[in-house]
C-alpha cells in the first residue's frame, strides 16, 4: 500500500492542507462556488474503504465525523455531502461538504449543472467562517 506513481493524491497534497496525521491528511479543496469543500485523503494508495483493516477503517472514520462536525458547528449548513467516488482518482479520499440552500447547485450534487447564479456575498461570508471551524477540526483531530 505504498504510493503509486502518476496519481495525484500521491504525488501531491490535492489542496491546502488543513491537518494531518501518520495515514491521513484533511485538505481544504478549492472547488469554486463551494467555499467549504474539504476532503480526507488517505495517505496510502488503497482504492477503496473495504481494503483497509478494522483499526484503519475506524481511524478514517474518526476523521471524516470530526471534519463534518467542524464543519457543522461552525456553519450550521442546511446539509453535509460525505462521499467517497474515486471514479478519476481511485485513492481513497472522502468529500466532505457543507451545502446550502443558497448554493448554485442545491439541492443537486456538487457535480451537477447549477441550478443557479453563485451568490458571491454568502460564499466570502462562508470562507470569512473556515478558520474557525478548521480550529475546531485540528482540536478534535488532534484529541484522537
Not at 477503517?57 to 467517497?84: G, H, I, S, W
Not at 439541492?107 to 474557525?132: C, G, H, T, Y
Request: aromatic fraction near 8%; hydrophobic fraction near 50%.
Amino acid at each position: 500500500m505504498s504510493a503509486v506513481a502518476g496519481c495525484p493524491l500521491c504525488d501531491a497534497p490535492g489542496g491546502r492542507v488543513v491537518a494531518q496525521g501518520a495515514q491521513w491528511r484533511v485538505i481544504h479543496a478549492q472547488e469554486a462556488g463551494f467555499p467549504a469543500f474539504y476532503r480526507v485523503v488517505w495517505t496510502a494508495h488503497v482504492a477503496e474503504f473495504s481494503d483497509l483493516p478494522d483499526d484503519e477503517r475506524a481511524e478514517c472514520m474518526r476523521v471524516v465525523v470530526a471534519v463534518e462536525r467542524a464543519l457543522r458547528d461552525a456553519l450550521a449548513p442546511a446539509k453535509m455531502n460525505v462521499a467517497t467516488l474515486g471514479n478519476m482518482v481511485p485513492h481513497l479520499h472522502w468529500h466532505v461538504i457543507a451545502r446550502f440552500d443558497w448554493d448554485s447547485h442545491f439541492p443537486s450534487p456538487v457535480w451537477a449543472e447549477a441550478r443557479r447564479a453563485r451568490d458571491m456575498a454568502r460564499e466570502q461570508d462562508v470562507q470569512a467562517r473556515l478558520p474557525a471551524a478548521e480550529s475546531a477540526m485540528v482540536a478534535a483531530l488532534a484529541r484522537g
